[in-house]
């Protein structure tokens, strides 16, 4: 069984109604599957739970039988061979008296139904990934906002200092309209930590609990996801990785309400402190409901079109936009929405004060995706079906997705060595995943490195530096991942044919983030072109004898310039970790 088991099988399961064969192989299952071992401990709670409402509702509301029932005496020959009785069917045995009765009628409907619930309805066999995309999903339908709409979220935040006792306790206002986030922290130091551990993570932007949030504290701590079920709620738990632990974060944690999916709670345990965040209220208002104090914070007025300003804008003069901060809130938005990766999107600078995004090559739901995040930012024109290229100025930039080529007719090498061509297909296609998705990863960070090269961030605001070195670190910690994942791979490979695999060289001091990219990426370029001239159709076909080696050196200079990568990603001040554990 390579599937979850679903409800109705594991329901047979506890009642032993399956087939010996089936059941032998459910038990086998259970041994491997630690989901759904979990998911039948819950079952098991939950027929409890109905079974106790039965109990405790439903047979005291029965009236008695008008007369004693008669003693029913063992009569050898007389009784007919005792029949298995489904466990569901045994919960109700009386269904068909308790609807005689209007009292009991209420709670055989409601005994019936969650057991319906239980068989048939399609519930995930508590898949971490499966709720927090839900949850995702929800929350941004539930925080969606128009341009005359604003978001209030009210949050109630607790911190435990892990090195002094006591807890303090306090209540904090957020503020989100189509154009920025206001958090209303200044006057409660409690409140100005919480902020200040977002904005060194580059999450200033983000309501405290919204689904950005949460996804980027997902994506910091690195580590894969557990979920677990608690009074009628599920816990989603993320232990932190190395690169996690590096940047002070040592657990992430959130409760999701499965009724509506919606994220009610979030505790963040940092290597100092412990931060409960519960939501009181979360509103959508209209603009004139909402404190003017508030909306200029959100909305700052924008300076009148005077004389004076259309003749400094004559003369060249840079208007109150400025088109490099502009740009980077725009890529930090892409990358947000993971449209960096692959994405045929060009970005256009159209001066003095316009940045146009030309979006007509993606998908619909891209396309809606993009329309909600950047229609209505000032100074982005937003270009969603094929424009006219007339006049426009400034070089673009396109992220593209590279073709992969079709397989080729198997070496018979390789075959013997998987076994058959079936074998050897599936290893090629998941290799080359692996391989496509670290090339992903560092064509986006050569995009930024091509914009921003060593000593050209100068020009950008501070905010704007924040957002340049967490798109950096998202990219570079991605990259390490997926060599983590491809480098097993290749390892297979290569002792299968009697290579050495030979660990990555140490990382190099003092070299910029640009310039390990650009190694990484060489590097990762040349492991792909080896891999594919093995394994697929390819123009220049490799001998396995001379491909072997360069794949083994490739993959070397892959792990040694990856450990380069993560020593160099950036970090906002006063926001590095002393010793960084890569």
């Known amino acids: 069984m390579n599937n979850h088991l679903s409800r109705k099988q594991l329901l047979l399961h506890l009642d032993r109604e399956q087939p010996k064969s089936a059941a032998r192989k459910t038990s086998e299952h259970l041994q491997l599957c630690a989901a759904c071992t979990r998911e039948l401990d819950c079952l098991k709670d939950e027929l409890a739970a109905i079974v106790d409402t039965q109990v405790e509702l439903i047979e005291p509301l029965l009236p008695s039988p008008p007369v004693p029932w008669p003693a029913l005496e063992p009569r050898p020959g007389k009784l007919p061979k005792a029949t298995a009785v489904p466990l569901w069917q045994r919960l109700v045995p009386s269904l068909g008296s308790a609807l005689k009765w209007p009292l009991a009628y209420g709670g055989a409907v409601l005994t019936v139904v969650l057991i319906a619930l239980l068989v048939w309805t399609p519930v995930s066999q508590l898949s971490a990934h499966e709720v927090i995309q839900r949850a995702t999903v929800a929350d941004t339908q539930r925080l969606a906002i128009t341009p005359r709409e604003v978001v209030r979220q009210r949050v109630l935040v607790k911190k435990t200092e892990r090195r002094a006792p006591g807890t303090r306790t306090g209540q904090l206002e957020s503020w989100k309209s189509a154009k920025s986030i206001f958090w209303d922290a200044d006057a409660d130091p409690l409140n100005t930590d919480l902020l200040n551990r977002y904005k060194a993570n580059g999450l200033a932007l983000y309501l405290p609990l919204s689904p950005p949030a949460l996804e980027s504290w997902l994506k910091l701590a690195g580590s894969e996801p557990s979920a677990s079920r608690e009074a009628g709620k599920i816990d989603i738990q993320v232990a932190s990785n190395a690169q996690g632990r590096a940047r002070g974060l040592e657990e992430f944690s959130f409760r999701v309400e499965p009724r509506d999916w919606h994220v009610d709670e979030m505790t963040l345990s940092f290597e100092d402190a412990i931060f409960q965040i519960d939501e009181e209220d979360s509103s959508i208002l209209n603009r004139s409901e909402v404190p003017s104090a508030v909306l200029a914070r959100l909305e700052p007025p924008e300076s009148t079109y005077t004389p004076t300003r259309a003749r400094a804008l004559s003369r060249g003069v840079s208007p109150a936009i400025n088109l490099n901060d502009l740009e980077m809130a725009v890529r930090y938005d892409l990358h947000r929405l993971k449209a960096d990766l692959g994405e045929n999107i060009e970005i256009t600078r159209r001066p003095p004060a316009e940045l146009v995004v030309n979006a007509s090559g993606v998908s619909v739901d891209r396309k809606e995706q993009l329309a909600a995040t950047l229609a209505n930012k000032p100074g982005v ?133 640009q310039t390990a990219e650009a190694s990484s990426l060489a590097a990762a370029r040349s492991a792909d072109h080896t891999l594919r001239s093995l394994l697929t159709t390819s123009e220049t076909p490799m001998p396995l004898d001379d491909a072997l080696p360069k794949l083994q050196h490739s993959m070397q200079e892959l792990e040694g310039f990856t450990r380069d990568l993560l020593a160099s990603v950036p970090y906002p001040p006063n926001t590095a970790p002393a010793i960084q554990k890569f």
């Not at 390789?414 to 670290?438: H, K, P």
């Not at 905010?463 to 670190?473: G, P, S, T, Y």
């Open 381 to 513: 024109h937003l270009e969603l079906q094929a424009p006219v290229r007339t006049g426009i100025a400034g070089p673009g930039t396109t992220i593209a997705r590279a073709s992969q080529p079709a397989r080729q007719p198997p070496d018979q090498r390789l075959i013997t060595f998987f076994g058959d061509a079936s074998a050897e297909e599936n290893y090629t296609r998941s290799v080359l995943q692996s391989s496509t998705d670290i090339l992903a990863h560092l064509y986006a960070l050569k995009e930024l490195a091509n914009r921003w090269p060593p000593g050209q961030d100068a020009n950008l605001s501070t905010a704007a530096k924040a957002q340049l070195a967490a798109m950096v670190r998202d990219h570079a910690r991605d990259v390490e991942a997926g060599v983590s994942q491809l480098k097993p791979q290749v390892d297979f490979f290569l002792k299968g044919f009697g290579h050495q695999v030979v660990g990555g060289t140490p990382a190099v001091p003092g070299i910029t983030w």
